[in-house]
T-cell receptor
Framework: KNQVEQSPQSLIILEGKNCTLQ??????????LRWYKQDTGRGPVSLTI?????NTKSNGRYTATLDADTKQSSLHITASQLSDSASYIC??????????????FGKGTKLSVKP | DAGITQSPRHKVTETGTPVTLRCHQT?????MYWYRQDPGHGLRLIHY???????DKGEVSDGYSVSRSKTEDFLLTLESATSSQTSVYFC????????????FGQGTRLTVV
């Protein structure tokens, strides 16, 4: 079964600090890797999408990396803001996901940014 | 937000009653999906549609049915709600299946008592 594992489960940081969230996956065949931000009570919103050939992608203060050889990705948040408090979900897209569908979701990392 | 509307946003229902959740899109995307989100799990696929009247089962389809009679509407029905179906349900849409962006609705919080 395809799997996406995220760590840590939760994280508390002070406003202005940086943090890095991790994602490991065992998904085959691999198509692309996505990071989503999910605010409490809302649906996930895409931050980045990376294909096999991309190893870094930025979206403002968010920078995602992908190592397709080790099947690892990270999401780095720079100069955190209170509005960054959310769950961050790593999602791997597969050309064939079977009954799981083409999008395989991690359980998310819950980030809390404190003043 | 992409043009996706889920209704209702919140619902409390009794065990054994039928429930229908609606997803409406204004983007004319071909693919529509229903997921459920539960503590300790990633989003899990219930059913998806790849066109009008074309649907397929996902990982957790037992107890659910779907219908898509128009491009813009995708309905999820719980034939006889059970407490295990208490969850937050998300609809998603995408133009393609793999290499295109997926957009999510705001979610429907369903409580079965």
């Amino acid at each position: 079964k395809n799997q996406v594992e995220q760590s840590p489960q939760s994280l508390i940081i002070l406003e202005g600090k940086n943090c890095t969230l991790q994602c490991n996956y065992t998904v085959s065949p691999f198509s692309n890797l996505r990071w989503y931000k999910q605010d409490t009570g809302r649906g996930p919103v895409s931050l980045t999408i990376m294909t096999f050939s991309e190893n870094t992608k930025s979206n403002g203060r968010y920078t995602a990396t992908l190592d397709a050889d080790t099947k690892q990705s990270s999401l780095h948040i720079t100069a955190s803001q209170l509005s960054d408090s959310a769950s961050y979900i790593c999602v791997v897209s597969s050309d064939y996901g079977g009954s799981q569908g083409n999008l395989i979701f991690g359980k998310g990392t819950k980030l809390s940014v404190k003043p | 937000d992409a043009g996706i509307t889920q209704s209702p946003r919140h619902k409390v229902t009794e065990t054994g009653t039928p429930v229908t959740l609606r997803c409406h899109q204004t983007e004319n995307h071909r693919y529509m999906y229903w997921y459920r989100q539960d503590p300790g799990h990633g989003l899990r696929l219930i059913h998806y549609s790849y066109g009008v009247k074309d649907t397929d089962k996902g990982e957790v389809s037992d107890g659910y049915s779907v219908s898509r009679s128009k491009t813009e509407d995708f309905l999820l029905t719980l034939e006889s709600a059970t407490s295990s179906q208490t969850s937050v349900y998300f609809c998603a849409i995408s133009e393609g299946q793999v290499n295109t962006e997926a957009f999510f609705g705001q979610g429907t919080r369903l409580t079965v008592v």
